[in-house]
């Protein structure tokens, strides 16, 4: 199996900052691509920004400029550097990857995995 456990969220003043982690763990070849998404009481689970096994990135226009997403691979670690956080920025956030594993029930293939979630609280 596949564990993906996030930390860093907490509560910070608006244009503040917080680091996201999201460490991967288990039986895997390899991490195609790791997703970060949030998701606000009463709204629908968005894309924050992912971030591709070829260093490609890319990022909703409503956090571009301001979100970063990084890695350290020899810690299987993705991470969401969040600046100038907004009220707007509140939701919980979670972590996805896709990985390339061997399966024991279903083959060798493409899995998706989700953290735990992580909730970001932004003050006025």
């Known amino acids: 199996q596949v564990q993906l456990v996030e930390s860093g969220g907490g509560l910070v003043q608006a244009g503040g900052s917080l680091r996201l982690s999201c460490a991967a763990s288990?039986?895997?070849?390899?991490?195609?691509?790791m997703y970060w998404y949030r998701q606000a009481p009463g709204n629908q689970r968005e894309l924050v920004g992912s971030?591709?096994?070829?260093?490609?990135?890319n990022y909703a226009d409503s956090v571009r400029g301001r979100f970063t997403i990084s890695r350290d691979s020899a810690k299987n670690t993705v991470y969401l550097q969040m600046n100038s956080l907004k009220p707007e920025d509140t939701a919980v956030y979670y972590c996805n990857a896709v990985v390339f594993r061997n399966d024991r029930t279903r083959g060798r293939g493409n899995y998706a995995y989700w953290g735990q979630g992580t909730q970001v609280t932004v003050s006025s």
């Open positions: 288990g039986s895997f070849i390899s991490i195609n691509v």
């Open positions: 971030l591709t096994s070829g260093g490609n990135t």
